[in-house]
């Protein structure tokens, strides 16, 4: 059963940093796309940023040039590297596969205040 969890999430004024991470285990995690899911609070859970087992990656408009995906394949763990962040980024942010989700992990809380 695979088991994902995200950390890095926490408070930071706009236009700071953060870095998000998630480990998957008990998956062959290299050859899975990965995504980086947006939940903002009374909104439907939507995709930011993909990468795909080779390290291709492709962005939502609203976190271009903002937002860098990356994964660690020896490590199982997928990143996502959030600069120059808004008061909208604020959401719990999940990962999981692109392709036949596993069961969700808890997320991590991201707000930004203004």
């Known amino acids: 059963q695979v088991q994902l969890v995200e950390s890095g999430g926490g408070l930071v004024q706009a236009g700071g940093s953060l870095r998000l991470s998630c480990v998957a285990s008990?998956?062959?995690?290299?050859?899975?796309?990965m995504g980086w899911y947006r939940q903002a609070p009374g909104r439907q859970r939507d995709l930011v940023a993909g990468?795909?087992?080779?390290?291709?990656?492709n962005y939502a408009d609203s976190v271009k040039g903002r937002f860098t995906i990356s994964r660690d394949n020896a490590k199982n763990t997928v990143y996502l590297q959030m600069n120059s962040l808004k008061p909208e980024d604020t959401g719990v942010y999940y990962c999981?596969?692109?392709?036949?989700?596993?069961?969700w992990g808890r997320g991590t809380q991201v707000t930004v205040s203004s």
């Open positions: 008990g998956s062959i995690f290299m050859f899975n796309a």
């Open positions: 990468i795909t087992p080779d390290g291709s990656t």
């Open positions: 999981n596969r692109l392709v036949r989700p596993y069961n």
